[in-house]
Each structure stands twice: as C-alpha cells, then as structure tokens.
C-alpha cells in the first residue's frame, strides 16, 4: 500500500458553513445533469436539488442504456448469449465473459483445463488493468488533469494491441467459451504480452507522480465521498469502494475461481475509504495484477500444448477440422449450435471484477431455453450510494464522488 | 455510405463568383468539424480511443471535441439509442447550430445491431437524418475516420450560398434533411424525459 | 456453523423449507407471510450484512411442473461468517406482493425497484417504489414471460413527446 498521508488533512470543514452568509442560501434549484454529460461517465442522470452550491438531495436516474439484456438471453439461448456480456461492462469485455462462462460451467458442472484457466486470468488481469485506466483517466480528466488522459489510453491503446493479435480485434473480443477459451495464446503474443507487462511499472510510477502528489487532485479527492465499513455493507458496496474503507474482501482470495488461490498477490486496502483511498487502491491494483499476469505467462510457457478447451461435445463446440472428416462430431456441433439445453436448476457465480462483485444468477428449466439470467452488476449499487454520499457537499465534489465510484452504464443498466 | 448526391447541377449554374465562394466556405467547414461525441455505451471507449493519442483526428481537423451542443456541428452518436435516452439525442440535434452532419457510429446505431429487443431504437435513422453509417461493433477508430474523411467529401458537394438565399427546399427533398423546428424553440418547451420541476419550492428548472 | 444451521438455531421449527440448488449454495424457501421474520432474522441473528441482489423468476412458462408463479429470488453474503444464502419467496401471478426489506438492507433499494419495473411485483412498505430502468409511464413489465421480446409499441413514449414538440412549435 502506498503512504498516504502526504499531505495534512485539509477539508475539514462542512460545506454547509461555507454558504451561511450567501444571499441565495435556502433557495433551491433543479439542476439537471445528464444524461449527455461527460461528467457522468455515460448516460446517467441526476435530478440535483441545489441550494446555492451544496447539494441537498440527488436522484439517480439510470435506464438510460437498458438493452434488454436479460430479456434477451432468454430468448437466443445459452451460448449465444455469450456475445452480449461482453457489452455488459464494456471497458473489460472479456472479464465478463469468464463471468458468465463460469456461471455457466457451475450450472453444468464443467471443468475447465488448466491452461484454460492460467489463460483466463491473463486476460481477466489484463482486463482489469484496462478498466483501471479508464477510471484514472476519467476521473482525472474530470478533475481538470486532461494529460492523463492521454496517458493513460497510451497504455490501453497498448493493451488493445495484444489483445487484437491474440483475438482480432480491440475490444468487445467474445473469446471466453463455456469449458475454456477460443485459442490459445502463441509464443509470440506471450512475448509481446511480457514486453509490455514489464515496461508498465514504471508508468504506473508515472501516473502516481502525477496525481498522488498532486496538491488539486489531493485535495479534491480527499475527505470526499467518505464510507464507512457499516455503510459499504448495508450498501451492498463490493470491490475497491469496499477496500478502501480497509476491508480486506476480494472473491480472488475469499471464493477463488480458475485457479487464483494457486498465485501470490496481495490485496490492497484503504484506511478512510475516501475517494483518495480508492483511488490509491486501483493503483496499487493495477501491480498485483502485473504481479499475476507475469505469473500465469510463467506458466503458459510450462504447460506448452496443453488443453485449453474442454472436451465435453454436450456443451463444447468441436473443433473446425474434426468437424468436416468425422460425421459424429459433425452431429455434436449441430446438437450445441441449435439445442444446448444445460440441468434444470438454479446457479449462482461471482468474481471479482474490477469494480467489484460481478456474478450471474441463472435458472435453468434443462431446456434449451433459459427461464432467467439475471445478471449482479457492482454499478448498480455504485450509482444507488450517489445521495448518500453527494448531499450535503458541494457540486464540485460531485463530480470527484462520481469518478471515484466508477461505473459503466452498459452494466448498470444492462 | 449514407447518401451521396452527385454534384449539385445549381453550382454549375450559378456562376464563377458563387462558386468560388461555395468552394472557400466548404472547405472551411469541411476542415473545421466540430465533433459532439454522443457516446452512449461501448463505441463511445472506442471513440475516445480515436481522440486519445493514437489515432488522434486532430490530423482531419475534427479534435475540438465539445460536449455541448451550441459549438458543435457534427453529432456522432456512438452507441445503442435506447427509446429512453431518444428524446435527450433529438434534443442535442435541434440545439445544434446549422449546418449540422451525423455520423452514425456502430452497427447499433445504424440499425439496432444486435439489440433487436423492446428497448433499442432501430438505428439513429428513426429520429435524426444521419450523413454517414459506419459498420462495426464497435468499428475501429479507423473506420471512424474514414466515415469523417467520406463526410468532407459529401460536404464539398454541398452548395452553402444557395441554401443561404433559397433555403434548403431541394437539399430536403430525399428526406435527409429535415428542421421541423427552430432549435432554441426545442429546448425552452421540452425538458428531456418525465421529471416533474420542484414543486412549490421556488426552484428554477435547468436542463 | 453453516447458514442453515444459524437459522435452524433462531428461527421456529417449520417457518420455513431448506431446498437444494444445483450450485449447492445454502438456499431456503418462505411464504410470502413468513418473510419478514426470517429477514429480520437473517440480518440480526444470523450475520448476514449484505445483500446480494433481489431479484425474481417468472416460473408461468417452463418445462418444469410447478403452478405459475413469481419467484422472488433474495441473495445474501456474510462477511463475518464468510458463506452465502439465498431465500426463495414465491406469490401468486396475479397481484404479486411481498414486504419490502429496504428498512433492514437499504442497498436493496435499486434491486426491489428494479425487480418491480421488470416484473411488477410489489414491494410493500417501500419508501419509493418507482420503475428503474424503464421510463415513467412505461406500461409493461418486461421480464414477464407474456411479454415479447421486440417489445409492445416500443416507441410510445417517443412519439408522444414528439407529437408534443410539434404541437408547441
Ligand atoms: S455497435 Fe457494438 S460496440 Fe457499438 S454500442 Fe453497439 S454493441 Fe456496443
């Protein structure tokens, strides 16, 4: 973790005080914001009560990017389905792939191979990684520092390139199946992946010269939107906002999935829970997960040609080459394309995504066709806390509260 | 790629002197767009990643990104439209000054992609006159600057000084174009979506 | 000590049915009467801080034989005990109610409300019971099976504010 306490703590006065002798003060006024606001990272409005510049009360209205997702997993079926979590959270498309992927395997009761799982959390890391700059740079961006955005889309443009020679494309890459991953990852792209992975600790310290000395971004983010504990967990809070407040909670090491009590990392935690905190949570985050991602290219190199796929034909495609020389195989495709039908009942999987708790809960009737996919985005409950935390500060904080909550609307919304 | 129209038989008619001067404001405008990004969900990373360094569209002219309205006179919508979210993206259209242009970025604003479900609008093109539809989901920043570089084509062809003393009756005719309301009109008398102003509290309503 | 156990420890004997899930996650299933007990129960007694989601199931169409009903679906997570829980309530197609838990978990505030747009369910007692991710004046529950997936005249709302626009012009 690291220290904190650079500067003193300056923003301790109540920003009730600071209009007391304000002409205006106690007249209220409507403020709108969203759902076009670049500060509201996406299409979320908020019905803002102001008086004067203090916030007296704020209504989130989210649904302004509701697609009908669950409505329509039930319709396409299982496996097609696949393609549309990757716009769930869209700056970590493939972390919500493994997600759903995973859910899917519990229902099943699928294992997935061992390579298959070091390749997964390559990418979820990587995924993670990217999800982070974007918070750094928007909400940096939002608190005046625009050279980091630029920054940081340096490096995700970067990111996106591996991941555009390992999948063939930027970004929305649906490269999680049920049972595995598409393809595996060749020595070259293993490579590149390495370059990279080792270069980017020193522009991580380059981020942190930039903001965790930085008097404005200090002072704009501490103090502000500050949780307690209790809060968190009454507010169904999950992820970096939890361990900022210094709950050591993350599914990684709590519930861990494909493979990640097999890896040394550390788990970051905070001490005030303030913006500040979380931010300095994401960036230490954004470490461990080089940390893990060096590892698990330690071990693709060891389980050179193993299987990443699993071989079950109830839920597996079989390969393209299988396919056109062996008529039973050619039936197995045809039976996954149009009638995958997975065991009635109900199943429920969580990770720790980079906002917090992702999980699915799905029900199954064991036909084709799914009764329910509901999908337990961490946004939601992101965006619900916004009054809490919002009234009785300045507006100006909004915006700092807001960046420091980290939301996507394609997954608040879904 | 949105609708084309050969060169406009009036350039050929009106003279040197118009000509020319169509010539001078096209090529201002042409080199001068002014992109309002409408980046409603997945296109919108990948239209920041084409601001961001990389791609940077400053080389087209188009850099000067502005979220509001007023100064801008390219809308790219990137990203699905939901019938929620429709009354917010006519209302940043009609506030746009003229002349405007939209890019269509993405195959969900195009057509609805992939989201053929109760809650998506199927294409920007049901409520606004789109210029240029770019395929893709989400296109690469290439593809964007290429449905930009295709759009300094269209407005080359396009004849300022006529619609200045004619209006725009013949640009109108294919149904692409069309202002059925002054656009300052539009944002006096419609607050987007269904909230109700504070009542009784002496609040003023801003948008 | 497991979930059930904790609950099968403060909770009076036959209020409520220990079931099986296929992820074996400790699940417990309620009538609609009884759920405010063993929710008071589960938060106070039992350590269950958070709340997960709240969420239901539309069991009126499916392969499975069970009589139509909406199957309210709630999902909690202990810290303290590190384990997890969900509670099956199931009512009735017609007039679905349930008692709100907003008052013992406010983090289900969004979920009930989002579950009541999507489903219509009712949840009694909430401080603000409005749709969440559908607009105001929407008039149909999506999620429902009745519903179809293209949606009921999807552009009503759209094209009355649009007839507005126009008449004011
Ligand atoms: S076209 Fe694809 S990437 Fe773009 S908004 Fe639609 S789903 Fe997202």
């Given at each position: 973790m690291t220290e904190t306490q650079i500067f003193e703590y300056t923003s301790g006065t109540p920003p009730e005080d600071l209009d007391a002798d304000d002409p205006l003060h106690g007249e209220l006024m409507k403020l709108h914001v969203g759902p076009q606001h670049p500060a509201t990272h996406g299409v979320l409005r908020l019905a803002i009560t102001l008086d004067g510049e203090t916030i007296r009360d704020c209504d989130p209205d989210v649904g302004y990017l509701h697609r009908g997702k669950e409505k329509t997993c039930e319709s396409l079926g299982w496996r097609r389905f696949i393609v549309h979590t990757?716009?769930?959270?869209?700056?970590?498309p493939l972390m919500n792939n493994v997600a759903y992927a995973l859910a899917l395997e519990q229902l099943a009761g699928l294992e997935v191979p061992q390579r298959g799982q070091v390749i997964r959390v390559l990418i979820m890391e990587l995924s993670r990684i990217m999800a982070h700059l974007i918070y750094l740079g928007t909400s940096a961006i939002d608190l005046g520092a625009v050279t980091m955005f630029f920054f940081t889309f340096t490096e995700r443009e970067k990111i996106y390139d591996l991941l555009d020679s390992y999948t063939?494309?930027?970004?929305?890459?649906?490269?999680?199946?049920?049972?595995?991953?598409y393809a595996d990852i060749d020595d070259e792209v293993g490579r590149e992946m390495r370059a990279w992975l080792e270069a980017f600790p020193a522009k991580i310290d380059e981020f942190e010269k930039m903001l965790t000395g930085n008097r404005i971004f200090y002072d704009r983010n501490r103090g502000v939107g500050t949780l307690t504990r209790e809060e968190c967990l009454a507010w169904s809070l999950t992820g970096p906002i939890l361990r900022a407040c210094g709950v050591e909670w993350d599914l990684r090491k709590q519930a861990p999935y494909s493979g990640y009590e097999t890896y040394d990392f550390e788990i970051p935690i905070g001490t005030t829970g303030d913006s500040f905190d979380r931010y300095l949570v994401r960036v230490e985050e954004m470490r461990q997960s080089v940390v893990i991602c060096l590892q698990t290219l330690d071990r693709l190199e060891r389980t050179?040609?193993?299987?990443?796929?699993?071989?079950?034909?109830r839920y597996v495609l079989p390969p393209r080459a299988k396919v056109h020389s062996s008529m039973e195989e050619l039936i197995f495709q045809f039976k996954v394309v149009t009638d995958m039908r997975l065991p009635a009942g109900e199943a429920y999987f969580a990770i720790e995504s980079s906002k917090g708790e992702l999980g699915f809960f799905l029900a199954s009737d064991g036909t084709s066709d799914p009764l329910r996919c509901h999908i337990r985005g961490p946004g939601l409950m992101n965006v619900q806390v916004i009054p809490l935390l919002a009234k009785g500060r300045l507006l100006s904080d909004l915006v700092a509260i807001i960046g420091s909550l980290d939301f996507v609307m394609g997954e608040v919304d879904r | 790629m949105g609708s084309l129209k050969p060169a406009t038989t009036a350039a050929h008619d009106a003279g040197f002197l118009a000509t020319r001067a169509d010539a001078l404001i096209n090529w201002g405008r042409k080199n001068s767009l002014w992109p309002m990004p409408l980046g409603l969900s997945c296109c919108g990373i990948e239209l920041m990643a084409m601001i961001g360094p990389k791609f940077d569209i400053a080389r087209f002219g188009a850099?000067?990104?502005?979220?509001?309205?007023?100064?801008?006179d390219l809308l790219i919508v990137a990203g699905t439209l939901t019938w929620k979210m429709a009354h917010a993206c006519r209302t940043i259209f009609d506030q746009m000054p003229d002349p405007k242009w939209v890019i269509a970025m993405g195959v969900c604003s195009s057509t609805g992609g992939m989201y053929d479900s109760y809650a998506v609008v199927q294409g920007v093109d049901m409520i606004l006159p789109v210029d240029v539809y770019v395929p893709g989901c989400p296109p690469r920043p290439d593809a964007v600057i290429d449905a930009i570089l295709k759009l300094q084509k269209k407005i080359e062809r396009e004849s300022p000084l006529k619609v200045l003393f004619q209006g725009r009756g013949e640009l109108d005719e294919g149904g692409?174009?069309?202002?059925?309301?002054?656009p300052n009109q539009a944002v006096a008398t419609h607050r987007i979506g269904t909230f109700e102003p504070v009542a009784g509290e002496g609040g003023e309503e801003r948008t | 000590m497991t979930a059930i156990d904790r609950i099968t420890a403060a909770m009076a004997e036959g209020t409520f049915e220990v079931i099986e899930p296929r992820d074996g996650m400790p699940c417990v299933a309620v009538a609609a009467d009884g759920l405010r007990a063993l929710m008071e129960c589960l938060r106070?007694?039992?350590?269950?801080?958070?709340?997960?989601f709240v969420t239901a199931i539309d069991r009126s169409a499916g392969a499975l034989a069970i009589e139509p009903c909406y199957e309210v679906t709630y999902q909690f997570l202990s810290h303290a005990h590190g384990d997890r829980i969900r509670v099956r309530v199931r009512v009735p197609l017609t007039d679905p109610k349930v008692p709100t838990i907003t008052d013992l978990w406010p983090g289900t505030s969004f979920c009930e409300r989002e579950c009541y747009d999507m489903f219509g369910i009712v949840f009694e007692g909430h401080p603000d019971l409005r749709r969440l991710l559908m607009p105001e004046g929407y008039d149909h529950h999506p999620l429902r099976k009745d519903f179809p997936h293209r949606g009921i005249e999807p552009d009503r709302l759209y094209r009355e504010w649009e007839r507005g626009r126009a008449a004011t012009r």
């Open positions: 990757d716009r769930l959270d869209y700056v970590q063939g494309h930027r970004m929305n890459n649906t490269y999680i199946r049920m049972g595995g991953v050179k040609g193993g299987e990443f796929l699993a071989e079950d034909r | 850099e000067a990104a502005r979220f509001s309205p007023r100064q801008c692409t174009r069309e202002f059925d309301m002054p | 106070n007694d039992c350590g269950f801080e958070t709340n997960t």
